[in-house]
Antibody, heavy 115, light 112 residues
């Protein structure tokens, strides 16, 4: 069974940093591209970042470019999102999702940016 | 960026009746590899999104056959042949052809 489990969310002050993790199981992680998608409270879905299976291709939404860094460790079946210079508008549930078709999603981790 | 629009944004339906959601993209979603990465997601209240349809018309495993997807190029449709109570939620179309991948605004389906 495919499972994606996010962790690392929490309350952080504006300008602060957080590192999200996504632990994958039930499939060959190294064979799939991965993504981070977020959803602000009561709002729609926004694709944040994409990383190819080998990490050779990485994309960021303009809203996070220069502040967020996506990475993966195929040996540990894990996906990461380093978030720096956080703003109030980054407050959202962050999901990891498998491949460019969004085949599987985790349960999400809530990031709240507030003083 | 590719802009995805959906209509209607709110869809009250009667149990057992059909429902249809339209999704349009601001440019063609045909990828250079020949695939059209237009996907549909359902998000029930309090849950993570769940993919229903991938690459326009392919139904995911476990998705009831009352759900179907169609379309091409820039114009796509999700149909529910007979709405059931468990279909209440928000439905999103999403394009995975052009980066940044983008979602439609969502269509809220509820029961009349």
């Amino acid at each position: 069974e495919v499972q994606l489990v996010e962790s690392g969310g929490g309350l952080v002050q504006p300008g602060g940093s957080l590192r999200l993790s996504c632990a994958a199981s039930g499939f060959t992680f190294s064979s799939y591209s991965m993504n981070w998608v977020r959803q602000a409270p009561g709002k729609g879905l926004e694709w944040v970042s994409y990383i190819s299976s080998s990490s050779s291709t990485i994309y960021y939404a303009d809203s996070v470019k220069g502040r967020f860094t996506i990475s993966r460790d195929n040996a540990k079946n894990s996906l990461y999102l380093q978030m720096n210079s956080l703003r109030a508008e980054d407050t959202a549930v962050y999901y990891c999702a498998r491949d460019r078709t969004g085949n599987y999603w985790g349960q999400g981790t809530l990031v709240t940016v507030s003083s | 960026d590719v802009v995805m629009t959906q209509s209607p944004l709110s869809l009250p339906v009667t149990l057992g009746q059909p429902a249809s959601i339209s999704c349009r993209s601001s440019q063609s979603l045909v990828h250079s590899d020949g695939n059209t990465y237009l996907n549909w997601f359902q998000q029930r209240p309090g849950q993570s999104p769940r993919r229903l349809i991938y690459k326009v018309s392919n139904r995911d495993s476990g998705v009831p056959d009352r759900f179907s997807g169609s379309g091409s190029g820039t114009d796509f449709t999700l149909k529910i042949s007979r709405v059931e109570a468990e279909d209440v939620g928000v439905y999103y179309c999403m394009q995975g052809t052009h980066w940044p991948f983008t979602f439609g605004p969502g269509t809220k389906v509820d029961i009349k």
